[in-house]
Structures are given as C-alpha cells and as structure tokens.
C-alpha cells in the first residue's frame, strides 16, 4: 500500500491509498467509547478531506474495546455515507469479546456496505472488487 499519512497517533493511523483511492484506518491498543468517538470524528474528518468511496477498517491491532452503538454513531453513519462512503471493509480484532462488540454494530448498519474479515488481505482483497454504485438522481 502507498500511503499518504493523515492522522499518526499512538491508538490510530488514518492514511490515504493513492493506487487504490481509498482511506486505510489503523486502530491501536485499548478504546471505550469516548476515544472511539474520537478516532471516528477523525475517519470523518480525512474522508471530507480525502473524498472517496472506500475505507479499510483495520481492528486488528485493538486489544480491548467497549465501544456500543448509540444515536452518535448513527449520526456518524450518516455523515460517512453522505461524505460518500459506500463500502467499508472492517477488519476484526483478535480479542472474541472485541470481536462481538464489532459484529454487534456491523449487523445494525444498513449503509455503507460493510463486510467483516479476519485479516487485512481478504478485506484489501473484497474492497479492491467493489464497485463504486452510481446515483440516479430524478
């Protein structure tokens, strides 16, 4: 991957892929509710100033979280999608209560078109495959 660094924080690495125009999201360590709202705002943030279709949502490195879906991350949902967000390919943390955090969210969110995977080569894979949807605005 060739990466333009956005964000290079100790808990999160936001860079943009050039060659395959997308947003490649790194989440490190321990997150709760607060730091994951955070680092959201921040995918927010680059995906306004990085405009593209696509995320790579790597979880992989997260060794403890307990972040739960509320009316906030609803919001931020919709902002994404707004932003153009139409695929995000969210990789799982290792850690199973981790991992069932996550899976919970994943089921409730309509769009984007999430899909889960247990490494980032099947998630790099899967997202280079989507294809961007085209509107028809009548």
Request: net charge negative.
């Amino acid at each position: 991957m060739q990466l333009e660094v956005i964000v290079d924080s100790p808990e999160l690495f936001i860079g943009y892929d050039t060659e395959m125009d997308w947003l490649y999201v790194d989440w490190k360590g321990v997150h709760n509710q607060e730091s994951s709202q955070v680092a959201c705002e921040q995918m927010l943030t680059s995906l306004r100033a990085w405009p593209c279709h696509k995320i790579l949502n790597d979880n992989s490195g997260i060794t403890h979280t307990t972040m739960k879906l509320t009316a906030w991350s609803a919001w931020w949902l919709e902002e994404m999608r707004l932003t153009g967000l139409q695929y995000l390919a969210w990789v799982l943390p290792p850690s199973l209560l981790a991992r069932q955090s996550v899976e919970t969210i994943v089921h409730a969110i309509d769009a984007p078109r999430v899909g889960t995977f247990d490494d980032v080569a099947s998630a790099y894979v899967w997202l280079q495959q989507q294809q961007p949807l085209v509107r028809s605005y009548q």
